[in-house]
């Protein structure tokens, strides 16, 4: 079998962020910034990191700034210019994509997950694609979509970013039930959504960080609601385990769930640590708060 390259990536950005409000109310919510950059702007600067050149926002209304955000950004670099201001458009010109390698598409009424990545079915094609959760805030060494990229690469199917957390919250979550490990491979032998905690096959979970194959649009097609009454990418990714290989990674880094108030505080401060300019006066005025 030969292995396609992954060069594609799909990113689910039509929520409407209601437990951001009033944040939230003009701004879509993965433009909060984790001091001083979008969430959105770490999710692709990840997929980059791990080889994708092509990239989809699976959008919805209010939330064209989403894609304006990489676009160039004419009188703002005029006067960047004018000002000499030239490591600030350096550093938009390191960012700037190129042409065309953006593209959005709609998902109309909120349906779930699942549904988000049907909507991006033509952009997908017949090919492997990533997909990133811009609130999962990933703080890794090797970007998390390159680590996955690595295991499609040597799995040759689909794989999933997992970690474990304590039994007792795995009911947020897609869980795993794992088969044997091989280094950082765990093997998939099923996936539930959402599971109640005493039913749960595993207390390892999915995080929002997928390489899948296009046959999962096939699953998605039968718009078979699940947990929630949503369409949920969980359940036609487990009607790939056993057709296609399948294995979660244990990914090395740290996950932020900045679609979470705490969480979000928390990847401030750990990004802020990790900022050479910054780290000594926040490290020092955190002293002030315990
Ligand atoms: C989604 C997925 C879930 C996964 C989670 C990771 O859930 O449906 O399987 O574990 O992302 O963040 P959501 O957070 O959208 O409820």
Known sequence: MSIKPLRKAVFPVAGLGTRFLPATKQMAKEML???DKPL????????RAAGIEQFCFVTGRGKTMLVDQFDVAYELEHVLRERNKTKELEMLHAQALPPGAIVSTRQQVPLGLGHAIWCARSFIGDEPFAILLPDDLMQCDVSCTKQLADAYYATGGNVVAVEEVPREIVNRYGVIAPGATTGNLVEIKGLVEKPKVEEAPSNITVIGRYVLMPE???HLSRMERGAGNEIQLTDSMAKLIGAQPFHGVLYEGRR???????????????????RPEMADAVRGFLKTYT
Do not use: T
């Not at 959105?40 to 997929?47: F, P, R």
């Not at 932020?256 to 640590?273: N, P, T």
């Open 40 to 47: 959105i702007q770490y999710a692709v600067e990840e997929a």
């Open 33 to 35: 910034p984790v001091v």
């Open 256 to 274: 932020f769930d900045c679609g979470d108030k705490i969480g979000y505080l928390e990847a401030q401060i750990a990004f802020a640590l990790k």
């Open 216 to 218: 999962v649009i096939g």
